[in-house]
């Protein structure tokens, strides 16, 4: 079969020494290709025509790497699963992130059928995550480079995906990453990352909405707290809680935030900065990597990625959730996931239910103004230590699963980072 055929999967025997590799053409999945056929495995590159993959590229990687290559079409899939429930969620005030769901229910729900189909045990991606095993079960912990850790895009993966995934760039810092495709001369090593949305041309999110659903992008009030008028917004769509720009409003009392995105009657409701601050948020769609810890548990919690963590309890009812946090947490937007982990370890999520600003409880103003005042020396110091109790635990708890060998990664890393320090 040639280099890069768009073909559909043939039933083969599933072999542990096969795997399907995710490759989209840029560094990240290159490296991870490598890395797995470095440990013996047998590769087969497959690539989902998405926004934002190079396809051509990824044949030319395919072909450095001497792997067979293969083709997915996915666009309804990706329109089905991704893109409509985006432009939805916009459309009634919430801010949801489309790589969440395509990651569970596209790129491996994909590369998991393929796999079956070509006869691989294995699936391989380029996430910064890492996997380990204890207790029978199988837990998806932090990439050790807390710059590129994106195990919070992957809260929505079961056991079945965690059975059979590597993730080779898990303990490695991106510096090392674009050094290996280097060495490996692969055409990927100083390809510019992305930082938009793949869907969405030049990150405008509004005019995608407004082609889509232009009935969201109708001008409507700027209230602030009290009901009274502002100014007038220029589509829900365009805003998202929290944000302070491109709201066109001045005077003694701003600056002002979005507090809350009201579909129901086409307002925005702002305030000052700190009411922003919220005791809690309430979760819907909530799902667990494993088994859950009990119907109310501690965890830190993640509203964002790369967002600030904060300590809370969680009570679980049904696929819903209560989120109380230790201390006020800066602006959970409606629709944004919130993940839940205890030290290096996700252990689930949910998604965050529109909410009334008056219903949220948030914490008296003084409270407030001292938790924005320490927001940004907190953060700082939690993303410091957020990795290192699990870590340091996990290596008595937990057996690393079929990952790398210790002399094979140890080689692969520049003394004395062994990719974990950050430049």
């Known amino acids: 079969m040639s280099c ?24 990240d999945s290159s490296v991870a290709a490598l890395l797995a056929q470095e440990q013996g495995l047998a590769v087969v590159g497959l690539t989902l025509a998405l926004p934002g993959t190079d396809a051509a590229a990824a044949k030319v990687v395919a072909e450095r790497l001497g792997i067979e290559h293969r083709l997915a079409d996915v666009g309804e899939l990706f329109e089905e699963e991704v893109i409509a429930p985006f432009v939805a969620e916009y ?12 990651n569970a229910a596209v790129k491996l729900a994909v590369l998991l059928r393929w796999a079956d189909e070509l006869g691989c045990e294995k699936v391989v991606t380029g996430h910064y995550a890492q ?17 590129k850790d994106q195990s919070y895009m992957l809260y929505r993966v079961g056991q079945e995906v965690l059975r059979r995934a590597l993730f080779p760039l898990g303990p490695l810092a991106k510096r090392r990453v674009r050094e290996l495709a280097a060495e490996a001369d692969l055409p990927a090593a100083d390809r510019a990352e992305s930082q938009d949305i793949c869907f969405v ?29 502002l100014g007038e917004h220029t589509g829900l769509a ?19 935030y979005v507090l809350e995105i009201r579909a129901r009657d086409n307002a925005l409701v702002v305030g000052p900065e700190e009411s922003l601050w919220v005791a809690g948020c309430e979760l819907d769609a909530v799902q667990f990597v494993g088994s859950p810890p009990g119907r109310e548990f501690a965890a830190e919690v993640m509203t964002r990625y790369r967002g600030l963590v904060t300590p ?59 938790e924005a005042q320490n927001h940004g020396k907190r953060r700082r110091s939690e993303r410091r230590v957020r990795n290192l109790p699990w870590r340091t635990d996990r290596r008595s708890s937990c057996r690393a699963v079929v990952r790398w060998p210790f002399s094979l990664l140890a080689s692969r890393l520049s003394p004395p980072n062994r990719g974990v320090s950050i430049d």
């Open 4 to 27: 890069g055929e768009r073909t559909g999967p043939q039933a083969h025997p599933r072999r542990p020494d096969r795997a399907l590799a995710a490759i989209s053409g840029g560094v």
């Open 91 to 102: 459309a009634r005030g919430c801010t949801p992130n489309p790589c969440v769901a395509c």
């Open 131 to 147: 996997v380990a095993e204890s207790g029978g079960e199988f837990h998806l912990l932090r990439g050790a480079d807390p710059r």
């Open 201 to 229: 041309t030049g990150g405008d999110v509004s005019a995608l909405i407004r082609a889509r659903r232009p009935e969201a992008m109708r001008p409507g009030p700027i209230l602030n707290q009290d009901g009274n008028v």
């Open 238 to 256: 365009a805003y998202t809680v929290g944000q302070r720009r491109g709201l066109g409003l001045g005077g003694p009392e701003g600056p002002y």
């Open 312 to 370: 809370a309890r969680v009570r679980l009812s049904g696929e819903t959730a209560t989120v109380s946090f230790e201390r006020s947490h800066r602006a959970p937007a409606p629709g944004q996931a919130a993940v839940f982990y205890q030290g290096e370890r996700l252990i689930g999520g949910g998604t965050i239910r529109p909410i009334a600003w008056a219903e949220r409880q948030a914490r008296a103003l003084a409270s407030g103004k001292r």
